[in-house]
Protein backbone atom coordinates (compact mmCIF):
# COMPACT_ATOMS: atom_id res chain seq x y z
CA UNK A 1 0.00 0.00 0.00
CA UNK A 2 2.86 2.38 0.56
CA UNK A 3 4.15 1.63 -2.27
CA UNK A 4 0.88 2.35 -4.27
CA UNK A 5 0.59 6.14 -2.06
CA UNK A 6 4.29 7.16 -3.57
CA UNK A 7 2.97 6.45 -7.16
CA UNK A 8 -0.20 8.04 -6.85
CA UNK A 9 2.01 11.09 -5.18
CA UNK A 10 4.33 10.89 -8.55
CA UNK A 11 1.00 10.53 -10.79
CA UNK A 12 0.30 14.15 -9.11
CA UNK A 13 3.51 15.39 -9.51
CA UNK A 14 4.20 14.78 -13.07
CA UNK A 15 0.09 15.80 -13.91
CA UNK A 16 0.92 19.06 -12.33
CA UNK A 17 4.19 20.02 -13.43
CA UNK A 18 5.29 23.69 -13.53
CA UNK A 19 7.49 26.00 -15.48
CA UNK A 20 9.21 28.96 -14.48
CA UNK A 21 7.13 32.08 -16.30
CA UNK A 22 10.66 32.84 -18.63
CA UNK A 23 10.41 29.24 -19.77
CA UNK A 24 6.77 29.85 -20.62
CA UNK A 25 7.43 32.95 -22.40
CA UNK A 26 9.62 31.29 -24.95
CA UNK A 27 7.69 28.34 -25.35
CA UNK A 28 4.80 30.98 -26.36
CA UNK A 29 7.22 33.24 -28.31
CA UNK A 30 6.70 36.62 -25.97
CA UNK A 31 8.66 38.72 -24.51
CA UNK A 32 8.53 38.24 -20.80
CA UNK A 33 9.12 41.82 -19.47
CA UNK A 34 6.02 42.51 -21.90
CA UNK A 35 3.79 40.29 -20.38
CA UNK A 36 1.29 41.09 -17.40
CA UNK A 37 2.85 40.64 -13.90
CA UNK A 38 0.32 38.23 -12.66
CA UNK A 39 2.17 35.96 -15.63
CA UNK A 40 5.91 37.16 -14.36
CA UNK A 41 5.22 36.66 -10.84
CA UNK A 42 3.77 32.94 -10.85
CA UNK A 43 4.36 29.97 -12.23
CA UNK A 44 3.00 28.10 -15.00
CA UNK A 45 1.40 24.57 -15.15
CA UNK A 46 2.12 22.62 -18.48
CA UNK A 47 -1.83 22.73 -18.60
CA UNK A 48 -2.46 26.54 -18.31
CA UNK A 49 0.53 26.76 -20.85
CA UNK A 50 -1.58 24.35 -23.28
CA UNK A 51 -4.56 26.30 -22.91
CA UNK A 52 -2.31 29.53 -23.32
CA UNK A 53 -1.31 27.95 -26.51
CA UNK A 54 -4.76 26.82 -27.59
CA UNK A 55 -6.91 29.88 -26.53
CA UNK A 56 -4.88 32.83 -26.16
CA UNK A 57 -6.28 35.62 -23.82
CA UNK A 58 -6.25 39.12 -25.65
CA UNK A 59 -3.16 40.33 -23.75
CA UNK A 60 -1.22 36.82 -25.47
CA UNK A 61 -3.16 37.98 -29.24
CA UNK A 62 -1.59 41.75 -28.52
CA UNK A 63 1.58 40.77 -27.78
CA UNK A 64 1.94 38.16 -30.83
CA UNK A 65 0.62 40.66 -33.12
CA UNK A 66 2.20 44.21 -32.03
CA UNK A 67 5.13 43.19 -29.85
CA UNK A 68 7.90 43.63 -28.23
CA UNK A 69 9.43 40.63 -29.24
CA UNK A 70 12.14 38.98 -28.09
CA UNK A 71 15.06 38.18 -30.32
CA UNK A 72 14.23 34.83 -31.93
CA UNK A 73 10.74 36.05 -33.27
CA UNK A 74 12.77 39.80 -34.00
CA UNK A 75 15.59 37.53 -36.46
CA UNK A 76 12.57 35.20 -37.46
CA UNK A 77 10.16 37.93 -38.98
CA UNK A 78 13.72 39.83 -40.34
CA UNK A 79 14.90 36.42 -41.90
CA UNK A 80 18.14 36.86 -40.30
CA UNK A 81 20.27 34.64 -37.43
CA UNK A 82 20.17 35.91 -33.58
CA UNK A 83 23.66 36.86 -34.27
CA UNK A 84 22.94 38.93 -37.07
CA UNK A 85 21.02 41.19 -34.88
CA UNK A 86 23.86 41.31 -32.62
CA UNK A 87 26.07 42.26 -35.49
CA UNK A 88 23.67 44.48 -36.90
CA UNK A 89 23.58 46.33 -33.44
CA UNK A 90 19.82 45.04 -32.62
CA UNK A 91 20.52 44.03 -28.74
CA UNK A 92 16.55 44.69 -27.13
CA UNK A 93 13.35 43.65 -28.33
CA UNK A 94 11.47 45.37 -31.24
CA UNK A 95 7.74 45.84 -32.07
CA UNK A 96 6.05 44.83 -35.09
CA UNK A 97 5.91 48.61 -35.73
CA UNK A 98 10.01 48.37 -35.92
CA UNK A 99 10.39 45.41 -37.41
CA UNK A 100 8.41 46.70 -40.37
CA UNK A 101 10.58 49.54 -40.05
CA UNK A 102 13.82 48.29 -40.78
CA UNK A 103 12.41 46.23 -43.16
CA UNK A 104 11.54 49.10 -45.75
CA UNK A 105 14.55 50.78 -44.72
CA UNK A 106 16.75 47.86 -45.55
CA UNK A 107 19.68 48.99 -44.26
CA UNK A 108 22.98 47.34 -45.10
CA UNK A 109 23.58 44.97 -41.76
CA UNK A 110 20.18 43.79 -42.55
CA UNK A 111 20.93 43.12 -46.64
CA UNK A 112 24.31 41.55 -45.41
CA UNK A 113 22.74 39.44 -43.17
CA UNK A 114 19.71 38.30 -45.01
CA UNK A 115 22.29 37.19 -47.59
CA UNK A 116 24.44 35.08 -44.54
CA UNK A 117 21.28 33.27 -44.18
CA UNK A 118 20.24 32.73 -47.72
CA UNK A 119 23.58 30.94 -47.94
CA UNK A 120 23.34 28.91 -44.98
CA UNK A 121 20.33 27.62 -45.53
CA UNK A 122 21.75 27.08 -49.08
CA UNK A 123 24.07 24.93 -47.75
CA UNK A 124 22.47 22.89 -45.31
CA UNK A 125 19.86 21.99 -48.02
CA UNK A 126 22.92 20.67 -50.15
CA UNK A 127 24.02 18.66 -47.49
CA UNK A 128 20.60 17.44 -46.48
CA UNK A 129 20.26 16.36 -50.68
CA UNK A 130 24.05 14.79 -50.52
CA UNK A 131 23.00 12.85 -47.17
CA UNK A 132 19.81 11.32 -48.67
CA UNK A 133 21.57 10.52 -51.98
CA UNK A 134 24.13 8.55 -50.08
CA UNK A 135 22.25 6.58 -48.24
CA UNK A 136 22.49 8.18 -45.31
CA UNK A 137 25.56 6.38 -44.61
CA UNK A 138 27.26 9.52 -43.62
CA UNK A 139 29.73 9.21 -46.64
Known sequence: MHA??????MTQ??????MKPATAAKKLGVYLEATPAEFREGVVSRAELNALQTDPPQWLRDLRRDGPHPRPVVAAKLGVSISGLARGGVTEPLTTE?????KEERPEWLERERATQAEVRKEAARLKKRERESGGSGD
Open 4 to 9: LDTLDA
Open 98 to 102: QIEAL
Open 13 to 18: HQSTQT
